[in-house]
């Protein structure tokens, strides 16, 4: 099994979102920010017992997104705006403490830009689709969109090549600011 942790919108902003989104193909994943690449990720026994003790203590965390950006020609994503979600990734980092290596390879720590992925050219979409999806997004997001995360979601894949799904969200319930 493998896993990342993500934070997801509210259900209306969700379903928005993924209304926009199957206009060029089924997304592979709900619309999600990934706090936690599955690198590191693959015995639950190991970091989820740890993970779901720091939600219990964490607050919700106030998101922002704001604009719409993309990663070289390959992925369109609203830019989202969050101290509290870094500060939520760094927390996570400390408690897994994947080798160095791990964090370069996926963006982590001090590379890590959170993201709301719009479309990629991994799901079958051309550069044409993508510059189309990033001239629709504009438009159609002109100004910021603010939500609470309430949640952490856990994501899980029960094999190579197999989608991920969601497996289980961990409330971030604390009584005192955290972030």
Not at 45 to 55: D, E, I, M, R
Not at 82 to 97: D, E, K, R, T
Not at 140 to 150: E, M, T
Request: contains cysteine.
């Amino acid at each position: 099994m493998k896993y990342f942790l993500a934070v997801v919108p509210p259900i209306e902003l969700a379903m928005q979102i993924e209304l926009f989104r199957a206009q060029w193909g089924q997304p592979t994943l709900p619309a999600h920010i990934t706090v936690k690449a599955p690198n590191s990720l693959s015995d639950e026994n190991l970091w989820l017992p740890a993970v779901q003790s720091f939600c219990q203590d964490a607050t919700p965390i106030a998101v922002q997104l704001d604009g719409i950006g993309h990663f070289s020609s390959t992925v369109v994503y609203w830019r989202v705006e969050s101290a509290g979600l870094v500060a939520l990734h760094q927390s996570l980092l400390a408690i897994i403490n994947p080798p160095e290596p791990e964090r370069i390879a996926y963006f982590e720590g001090s590379a890590y830009v959170p993201h709301l992925t719009l479309a990629h050219l991994s799901n079958g979409t051309t550069t044409t689709t993508l510059s189309t999806v990033y001239e629709q997004a504009t438009q159609h997001w002109l100004h910021p969109v603010d939500f609470i995360a309430q949640t952490l979601r856990v994501f899980r894949s029960s094999g190579p090549n197999q989608t991920y799904e969601m497996y289980m969200d961990l409330p971030l319930s604390g009584k005192s600011s955290s972030f």
